[in-house]
């Protein structure tokens, strides 16, 4: 099978079974997406969503974090993963947005790079989800199920992830496709036991075909 042929399967069973997926996270608008990504780092958007709740009550926009003390954001986010530092980039991120970007956060690649606490696949992130644009965040179930399905061979990085399901998939559809392998990954393509038995793709999946010869 060709890296073509393969493409094409996976994309074609996704848009069958999962025409419209959406992101897990719980927000209201492009700020509180913002939040919620960076502390999905590490992290379930299970876990993100129960005590997001609050922390928007708290402070609901950018300029009323911004007048939080870090110690202060570290209290409704203490029981996520790695608080001290998410507490210290929620600051500074606010901080930023309210003071150097007129409260409004960037659609654009470096200026998202440049707030604390967005690295590539945060940025990725806003520029699919919030802002529509085509991109294909990679997180460690993209990274996963794209290995195991065939998608990439040997990637060593998620950037080489990035890269080459950019170079494959059509631009259209790249931003339902990151949903696509992050809800295979997170629900059927797990990452300690796959559940093959449940899965539409065995017939193309590189990983199911090895063992199961």
Known sequence: MTAAQRYKAVLDWFEQTMPSPQTELHYNNTFELLVAVILSAQCTDKRVNQITPSLFKAYPTAEDMSKATVEEIYEYIRSVSYPNNKARNLSGAAQMITHELGGVIPCDMD?????????????????????????????????????????????????????????????????????WLILHGRYTCKARRPECLSCGLTDVCRYYSQNNR
């Open 111 to 179: 200026k998202l790079l440049a707030i604390p606490g967005v690295g590539r696949k945060t940025a990725n992130v806003m520029l699919a989800v919030a802002f529509d644009r085509q991109a294909m965040p990679v997180d460690t179930h993209v990274f996963r199920v794209s290995e195991r399905i065939g998608l990439t061979t040997d990637s060593k990085t998620p950037l080489e992830t990035e890269r080459t399901l950019c170079r494959h998939i059509p631009a259209e559809k790249l931003s339902r496709a990151h949903h």
